[in-house]
């Protein structure tokens, strides 16, 4: 995780990183250098946003008008709950797997945390010499219409990036900058890096209940004990071997509910060897994670993008369009919008797959998310070839229920019983 005060010096941050990481990989562009997955955040948002002349569209429109309409509702939303953890507009569509030029930018979320609105952008792709400023300062447009019409002030803005690249041919002309990588908790952020899943989702609970706030949220009102929650603000967390020490001896979830949410709900895993060309929703199911990803018949073109994820990586395993997205614009209006928002799948220095999400019940889902996620990426790691893999999952906004503190606190700090209670017991 990279922080600066500005974007410019955030830019050199940057770019420095990935020449010190040194991943080199070929293009139909030309010799990349290429960059772990990043998180990397400027205090202060970019003013100088200026509509893009170069005539660029994805699929034949522009960034402003993917998101225009939900730029209305996001600001309504936010009128009538300011602490809404639902305000989250995608930019990518399925179609844009047929296009050559689909949009770099996918997500752009906005939460309100200490006394200001945020931005954070879903990455799956960034030039980082010639095209960080022009998407910093689109994002920033963002939060800066939607903060100034709903009231707030603008505060930082986040840029997840899954495939962060600089061009061989660019290095000698960029300036390059000092930089220290933060790990831990920031107010702006928290890095968690760990071996295994089982250690991640502790971490991740250890840091929201040592340093989280407290906030109301939007399930009060139907689930008692959901009335507040700890949180943190954007949590990015690397997973260096996913296939070991998978799940806490403390989850609320056993193995066999872990792979039957994997392959029913995420991945539609009867079908993950061909395309899907049918409604596979069942009764009673508004949207699933699989229908997402593969067949959605509320899209105006249809596409099963996890298919066509798989057939692109086969034929080229170095490709940085793998992205699937989850999230609709009709879901800026929802009570219930999806909590996965999209996911990449990649190379650097292995196959890895980052997945997104707007808001994660950490005690509760998280730890079955990580599980079920990661099984997916270690089908297509399979499927290319691969015999390991990494994983990263990242939350704009992890949390813990009210109701689950005690339940949280007893796992971070269990009793160890004294010589007389071991006494009586005898």
């Not at 995608?90 to 945390?113: F, N």
């Amino acid at each position: 995780m990279l922080i600066a005060k500005d974007p410019e010096k955030l830019q050199k941050m940057l770019i420095s990183k990935i020449i010190d990481e040194n991943r080199k990989f070929s293009s139909k562009y030309g010799t990349e250098l290429r960059g772990k997955p990043q998180l990397v955040i400027s205090e202060n948002p970019a003013s100088d946003f200026e509509p893009d002349s170069s005539g660029w569209r994805a699929c034949g429109e522009t960034y402003s008008e993917r998101v225009e309409d939900c730029i209305s509702d996001a600001i309504e939303k936010l009128k009538k709950v300011p602490y809404s953890r639902r305000v989250s507009i995608p930019v990518w569509r399925p179609k844009d797997h047929l296009c050559d030029t689909p949009p770099a930018i996918t997500e752009i979320s906005l939460l309100y945390a200490d006394g200001r609105l945020h931005a954070t952008a879903f990455f799956r792709s960034l030039d980082a010499v010639n095209y960080f400023m022009p998407n910093f300062s689109f994002v920033s447009h963002v939060l800066e219409e939607v903060s100034g019409n709903a009231g707030f002030e603008a505060g930082s803005v986040a840029m997840l990036i899954s495939i962060p690249h600089i061009y061989e041919r660019d290095v000698d002309r960029v300036s390059r900058r000092q930089y220290t990588e933060i790990f831990g908790f920031h107010k702006l952020g928290t890095h968690i890096v760990e071996d295994y899943l089982s250690s991640a989702w502790h971490s991740a609970l250890e840091n929201i209940y040592y340093n989280g706030d407290a906030k109301r949220t939007e399930w009060g009102e139907l689930f008692e004990g959901q009335e507040e929650s700890r949180y943190i603000h954007r949590m990015f967390i690397e997973v260096k071997n996913p296939e070991e020490n998978q799940i806490h001896d403390k989850a609320p979830f056993t193995k066999k509910y872990g792979v039957e949410y994997a392959h029913d709900y995420v991945i539609h895993a009867g079908a993950i060897d061909r395309e899907v060309r049918e409604n596979i929703l069942r009764e009673g199911e508004t949207y699933t994670y699989a229908e997402r990803a593969r067949y959605c018949e509320k899209d105006d073109v249809r596409v099963d993008q996890l298919y066509t994820v798989i057939q692109k990586l086969k034929e080229r395993q170095s490709r940085r369009d793998c992205y699937i997205g989850i999230s609709r614009p009709w879901d800026i209006t929802s009570d219930e919008p999806p909590c996965l928002r999209g996911y990449q799948f990649g190379v650097n220095e292995t196959f890895f797959g980052l997945f997104y999400m707007r808001s994660n019940d950490a005690y509760g889902a998280m730890h079955a998310n990580m599980f079920a996620f990661n099984l997916l990426t270690r089908y297509l790691a399979e499927m290319c070839g691969f015999d390991s893999h990494r994983y990263y999952h990242f939350a704009l906004d992890a949390h813990i229920y009210g109701e689950f503190i005690e339940s949280v606190r007893e796992i971070l700090e269990p009793e160890t019983p004294g010589y007389i209670d071991m006494i009586e017991k005898r």
